[in-house]
């Protein structure tokens, strides 16, 4: 059951085990799984949580106020899910399923509590008024879903991974619209936490006024000048200068002056925004088919304003 889950989801689930044996209990609950989340505290599911106004001091106190101590006699090693339990996890692999993620993480884990809603957890959470529906609008907003098709599936920003040394010229290239693009870092490469590429190209070139759902952005001008524009007021950048266009204002960027222009981008965190770009490189040369390319966009949460 655990081989998609995340180490941070598996980590909810040995904190689970530990706090169902402090409780001398025999078994593992929906209630001891939501204490694992908890206890784990720096997942997605905890974020989605804080990010709803939910503390998780006072979600422990609530679990805390109806969970008493047990007769169990102690014992070592994974205790027995109870079938509450198992239905919350085998909730929380459809819940991934259901947003096309390639994983099982503690947001995941955290769906499949609500769902369950004769359990514990799902029913401390209801005293909090923590809904389903909502806590699930909040992980895609947090970080998307995935796609069942062209690009790569989504990646949770929980995944461990190592330091990364990229040269000079390496990267996938491909053009995007007629901009060449440079993929440095990659969802995959840092765990979900960012994707980051370059993208050349000639006056004119750049993208028109349009909304990010899901993700912010930044802007390092490398070469040129780089003409950025939001909320009624045009900044005309150049080499060295840094922009920030964060989620849901409405932005545009273009290359400015009178020769080639290069820019390094950072989207935070890495999202379905960069199938995007690779759908987007798949498109044929010429004058873009600007229907296909609103709905590439739409599917990453991009959208074209005016």
């Not at 529906?133 to 796609?147: E, H, V």
Request: hydrophobic content about 40%; aromatic content about 6%; charged content about 20%.
């Amino acid at each position: 059951m655990f081989e998609r889950f995340t180490d941070r989801a598996r980590k909810v689930m040995d904190f689970a085990n530990q706090k169902a044996q402090r409780y001398n209990h025999d078994h593992i609950g929906t209630e001891h799984i939501l204490l694992g989340l908890v206890m784990e505290g720096s997942g997605v599911g905890a974020n989605v949580l804080k990010n709803l106004g939910i503390g998780m001091d006072k979600v422990r106190i609530e679990v805390e106020k109806v969970v008493k101590p047990g007769s169990a006699t102690p014992t070592s090693g994974m205790l027995p899910q109870t079938p509450l339990a198992k239905k919350a996890l085998e909730q929380a692999i459809a819940e991934a399923r259901g947003l096309n993620h390639n994983y099982v993480g503690t947001e995941h884990v955290l769906l499949g509590l609500l769902s369950v809603t004769e359990g514990i957890a799902a029913i401390v959470l209801a005293n909090l008024r923590v809904d389903l529906d909502a806590t699930r609008k909040g992980i895609i907003d947090l970080l998307g879903t995935g796609t069942n098709g062209g690009g790569a599936c989504a990646i949770p920003s929980e995944t461990r991974t190592q330091p990364q040394i990229v040269g000079f010229n390496e990267g996938n290239t491909f053009r995007v619209l007629g901009t060449l693009t440079r993929m440095i870092l990659t969802r995959a490469q840092t765990g979900g936490a960012m994707t980051l590429f370059e993208q050349s190209g000639l006056p004119g070139q750049g993208v028109p006024l349009h909304v990010h759902q899901h993700e912010d952005e930044f802007f390092r001008v490398l070469e040129g000048q780089v003409r950025f524009a939001a909320n009624m007021t045009a900044t005309l950048a150049g080499p060295g200068d840094t922009l920030y266009g964060p989620r849901r204002i409405p932005h545009e960027w273009f290359f400015a002056g009178d020769k080639p222009s290069k820019v390094l981008i950072a989207t935070l965190p890495g999202t379905a925004f960069e199938n995007m770009l690779v759908e987007l490189g798949k498109l044929p040369p010429g004058p873009p088919d600007m229907a296909k390319v609103t709905e590439i966009c739409g599917r990453a949460g991009v959208t074209f304003v005016g």
